[in-house]
Nanobody, 123 residues
Framework: QVQLVGSGGGLVQPGGSMRLSCAAS????????MGWYRQAPGNQRELVAR???????DYADSMKGRFTISRGNAKNTVYLQMNSLKPEDTAVYFC?????????????????WGQGTQVTVSS
């Protein structure tokens, strides 16, 4: 089993900054990508940013230039630095991992989600 444990989140004023982190642990052979998604009330879950095992990054257009995703030295931790936050960034942010696990006799690709953390941007 794999666990994704996130930290960060809370209330921040418009224009402020916040950092989220997420650590993956458990039976992991290889992490392909880790990333962050978000879901606001009434909306579908959407990609915020993701980073590959080779440190290639991908951002949603509305986050480019404001958000930065990075990985820790151990490669099982991902950080999301969010700057110039706007009220429309208010949402529950979910950590995501696309990874490879070894089951007896074979490797399997699986996707895991963290529990979600609330980010509220408001004055």
């Amino acid at each position: 089993q794999v666990q994704l444990v996130g930290s960060g989140g809370g209330l921040v004023q418009p224009g402020g900054s916040m950092r989220l982190s997420c650590a993956a642990s458990g039976s992991i052979t290889k992490i392909n990508t880790m990333g962050w998604y978000r879901q606001a009330p009434g909306n579908q879950r959407e990609l915020v940013a993701r980073i590959t095992n080779g440190d290639s990054t991908d951002y949603a257009d509305s986050m480019k230039g404001r958000f930065t995703i990075s990985r820790g030295n151990a490669k099982n931790t991902v950080y999301l630095q969010m700057n110039s936050l706007k009220p429309e960034d208010t949402a529950v942010y979910f950590c995501n991992a696309d990874l490879i696990q070894y089951d007896p006799g074979r490797f399997s690709r699986r996707e895991y989600w963290g529990q979600g953390t609330q980010v509220t941007v408001s004055s």
